[in-house]
C-alpha cells in the first residue's frame, strides 16, 4: 500500500505567518519600553502646549499701538487689572508690578521676555488714564518691557475671554456712575511661537516656579532644532511636565 502525505495548506500558512508576527509584537514592546522608560527616568522636562494665544490690536500707556504679533520670537507675560482695582480689589497693580521688579531682577539677561497687562476697563482706561495712574510708580524695563495696555472693548472681550478663557464682568454703576470689575486672578505664560504654555490662577504666582518655567520654556527653544529637538518632542509626546 501506498502512503500519500497529505499536505493541509492552512498548517503551512500557519508555519509561515507565525515567525513573522515577532515583527508586529517587538515593535509594540519597544514603543511600550520607550513610554515607561521615559516616564520614569524623565530626561527631559517641558510646559505643555496648552492653546494658542489671542490676536489683539489695543494700545500701551503712551499711545502706542500694540499687537500680540510685537511678541512673537520671545516670551511673554500677560496679566490683567485696571487702574480703579484699589487694595480690596482681587488684582491690584502693586502686585503685578512687584512681579515685573522681581524679572528685572533676576531673568537672565540673554532671555528676552516682555510682560504686558491688559485693562479689564477699557470704557475708562484711556492711555492718558493708564500713564496718569502709572507716574506714582518707579517702574524700570531695562531688561523686562512691561506695557500696561487697552482699547477697544470689544477686541478686549474677545482678547481676554475668548483668547486666554478668563471672564471678568462690571457690576451696575452707582448714583455717581462708578463701578468695579469683577475677576479672578490670572497670569499666562506664552512663547516665542504665541502658545500658552502655562497659567497661574494667583495675585502673585511663586517667583520661584514663574523662574523655573520661563527657563524650561527657554531651554526648550534653544533645542528647537537639530536631534536635540526630537528629545523634546518626546517628551511632550509622554506627558513629562513638571
Known sequence: MVTREIHNPIEKDKKWYQPRI??????????????????????????????????YLLHDQDGNK?????????????????????????QPLEDILQIQAFMEENVPPDVTISHITISLDPERDTPERLKAALSKYDISDDNVDWKFISGDPL???????????????????????DYDVTF???????????????????????????????????????????????????AHLFLCYP
Open 184 to 234: 479672578q486672578p490670572r497670569y499666562f505664560l506664552l512663547d516665542g511661537w504665541g502658545i500658552i504654555r502655562t497659567h497661574y490662577g494667583v495675585s502673585a504666582p511663586s517667583t520661584e516656579i514663574l523662574l523655573r518655567d520661563i527657563n524650561l520654556i527657554t531651554e526648550e527653544i534653544k533645542n528647537s532644532e537639530g536631534v536635540a529637538s526630537l528629545g523634546y518632542e518626546a
Open 66 to 90: 500694540v499687537t500680540n504679533e510685537d511678541y512673537r520670537g520671545q516670551l511673554s507675560l500677560y496679566s490683567f487689572t485696571y487702574t480703579n482695582c484699589d487694595e480690596d480689589c482681587s
Open 155 to 177: 477686541i478686549t472681550k474677545y482678547a481676554v475671554g475668548s483668547g486666554f478663557g478668563f471672564y471678568y464682568n462690571a457690576s451696575e454703576p452707582d448714583k455717581n456712575g
Open 22 to 55: 515577532w515583527w508586529v509584537y517587538i515593535p509594540m514592546a519597544l514603543f511600550a519600553s520607550a513610554i515607561l522608560a521615559f516616564n520614569i527616568i524623565q530626561p527631559i522636562t517641558v510646559l505643555p502646549r496648552i492653546d494658542l494665544g489671542p490676536g
